[in-house]
């Protein structure tokens, strides 16, 4: 079988896994070549879907800080579904006419260093966004007077230049290192420190905001009714790290190696199938939680991320008659 043209090693890993598929392997690449034409699929989904979130927000929403971070996490997702596309449909091409669209490793490396950028962006976002609803329940009063007005654009402009530089860290190490001179490799080191910060600062922030976020909603469930906004959140926390966490794992363990496990190439393909699903999912969970209601109606897109963007819990307190009585008490959104 025809081999691509030679690859940087890691880059090769995501976008072509050619190099080790040979005659017994045929039936696996066919299976392969399945997953990546329903990762396509969904995909080309998750760009509609989160270019039509970013499109309302934008320019139809008013820019509260819960929006804000939104929009930053929607574009995070369409970049990484806009590069793993491209990745995608050069894949496949190559698979059934053996011609690669992009022969240059230079545009290759920037499509690989987006698609790590989305991931990483999308990680900090996740934890900014439950450490904020955290603090705005566990401390409503100063949260309401102290927080500063533009404290969302602030955090979002840090961690888009945090993701830059650790994406481009890694990338710039871990692509295409040659043989070491040194005792440990320079990749294994930025490895170890990334995962550090992914996995030891950012990810337990993100879980432990949740756990607490989610104690609060239980708590409080016979009283009010949850803000949909704290239920989106939560559920995508879930969704990130059940479908979006592994494949960074993987990632990271093959560059802890100078060569391609057979056994992580095969990994590989199910894990980016469930990252694609990850992405797409999130404009998924607005709409759903947005047509939660009591009353039947049917809603436009706008009004139903309107419904869920601006909704505000109404605190409840049940009388002995057995009826339910509003509260002066409502608990803001910013």
């Given amino acids: 079988m025809e081999q691509s043209p030679t690859i940087l090693p890691t880059l090769?890993?995501?976008?072509?896994?050619?190099?080790?598929?040979?005659?017994?392997?045929?039936?696996?690449q066919s299976s392969e070549e399945i997953l990546n034409c329903v990762s396509l699929f969904i995909s080309l989904l998750g760009i509609v879907g989160n270019g039509l979130v970013i499109y309302f927000l934008l320019f139809h929403f008013k820019k509260t800080s819960f929006i804000v971070y939104i929009l930053n996490l929607s574009i995070a997702d369409l970049t990484f579904l806009v590069c793993t596309t491209t990745f995608l449909i050069r894949d496949m091409v190559y698979f059934y006419s053996h011609r690669d669209l992009i022969r240059s490793e230079l545009f290759l490396m920037i499509f690989y260093m987006l698609i790590l950028f989305g991931y990483n962006t999308g990680l900090y976002l996740l934890t900014a966004i439950s450490v904020e609803r955290c603090l705005s329940v566990?401390?409503?009063?100063?949260?309401?007077?102290?927080r500063p007005k533009h404290q969302s654009a602030g955090v979002c402009i840090f961690l888009w230049a945090l993701s830059i530089f650790v994406t481009w860290l890694e990338s710039s190490v871990c692509v295409g290192e040659a043989e070491p001179k040194f005792p440990f490799r320079p990749c294994v080191i930025v490895e170890i420190v990334l995962l550090i910060l992914n996995f030891l600062v950012f990810a337990p922030l993100m879980v432990f905001s949740n756990l607490t976020l989610f104690t609060k909603v239980i708590c409080n469930l016979k009283h009010r009714q949850p803000a949909k906004l704290y239920i989106i959140i939560i559920t995508t926390v879930i969704l990130f790290l059940v479908f979006a966490m592994p494949l960074r794992v993987l990632l990271m363990l093959n560059n802890f190696q100078y060569e391609n496990d057979s056994f992580l190439l095969m990994l590989y393909s199910y894990l980016h199938l469930l990252s694609c699903i990850n992405s797409t999912l999130n404009p998924v969970v607005y709409l759903v939680v947005g047509q939660i209601s009591r009353k039947r109606t049917r809603k436009s897109l706008k009004d139903t991320l309107q419904k869920v963007f601006e909704d505000k819990p109404c605190p409840r307190v049940k009388e002995k008659s057995g009826h339910y009585k509003i509260s002066t008490l409502n608990l803001q959104q910013h």
């Fill in 12 to 28: 090769e890993f995501m976008a072509t896994k050619r190099s080790q598929v040979n005659g017994s392997f045929m039936n696996l």
């Fill in 138 to 146: 566990l401390y409503p009063i100063w949260y309401q007077c102290q």
